[in-house]
């Protein structure tokens, strides 16, 4: 696979809520780290709408330190609600208004995705057999 120009790199922030619970931060970040296998070559970087660091500020900062012109939101959001709907829009609003020669664009949020449905159902099995409620 290319590795596109460095003019026109993209990398993908992905940008989950946060959580005052480190254990939870980390999730994010280790989604990052297996998304770099099936992207090489992109800039992958983990960042938090609140309650956690990097904000998206700084994970914007880092991925134009590491030569991105392009940046796609990646939401990790099941929902579109306030957060995805106008807190990402505006913050990418605002991160145009301070690098004016950057791209970015928001990649739909999880939503109702149908393989979702199988991941559910895996976690009610493993539920239902560890309470014993076959």
Not at 13 to 41: C, K, M, T
Not at 71 to 85: A, Q
Not at 112 to 133: E, N
Request: net charge positive; proline share 7%; aromatic share 6%.
């Amino acid at each position: 696979m290319r590795t596109p120009h460095p003019a026109t790199r993209a990398a993908l922030l992905l940008i989950g809520h946060g959580s005052r619970v480190g254990s939870a931060n980390r999730l994010l970040r280790r989604l990052a780290r297996d998304l770099n296998a099936r992207f090489p070559g992109r800039v992958i970087e983990a960042c938090y709408l609140e309650a956690a660091r990097p904000d998206i500020p700084a994970g914007i900062k880092t991925c134009v330190r590491r030569g991105a012109s392009r940046i796609l939101f990646v939401p990790y959001f099941l929902y579109l609600g306030g957060h995805v709907g106008r807190d990402l829009p505006k913050a990418a609003a605002r991160a145009r208004a301070r690098h004016p020669d950057l791209q970015i664009r928001i990649a739909p949020h999880l939503g109702a995705d149908p393989r979702l449905v199988a991941i559910v159902s895996h976690r009610i099995r493993r539920g239902l057999r560890a309470s014993r409620w076959s």
